[in-house]
């Protein structure tokens, strides 16, 4: 229910809305920011920065990266040792891609985590965040402040279902 709810509210919103997982009672100490490699993740960092979000936190970058092929690979029964280095392939990508995004964005150090989905990019952010002990999860949504959002963004809607944790969405 508070998903939906959130979700409703997101969508006639023109600015952030934290969903609070529980009464707060400290500063975040330990946040997960989740980056895709589009324009609405860069626009949710530019923003959770500019509004001070990271200032008293911990930050860690994470980006779930998939193999799409694998499931091919598997089918044409490609070697083993082939799909692995595939996926290291992959792996290798997203972590280049992910250090020119943190070149231009500017974000303060922070630990990075370069994960690859295991069933939905939402499951594995959220995995991710219990991982790390995150007590907060920024995420963008499909459309950047300013424009009503008709829809939220099928990652950050299951992230808001699924966490246990506070979340910022942007």
Known sequence: LVGITAERIIRESTTPLLVAADIPASWHRN???????DEASVFAAQKAHAM???SRTDVTLMHAFDAPAESHMKRAFVSPASIAE?????????GVVLR??????DLPPSGKILRRVKG?????????AQQIDSDLIVVGTNRPNGLRRSLIGSVAADVLRDARHDVLVI
């Open 31 to 37: 946040t997960l920011l989740a980056l895709g490699f």
């Open 120 to 128: 939905s990019p939402a499951r594995t952010i959220v995995e991710a």
């Open 52 to 54: 001070g979000v990271f």
């Open 100 to 105: 020119r995004m943190l070149e231009d964005l």
């Open 86 to 94: 595939y996926i290291q392939g992959e792996r290798i990508s997203a």
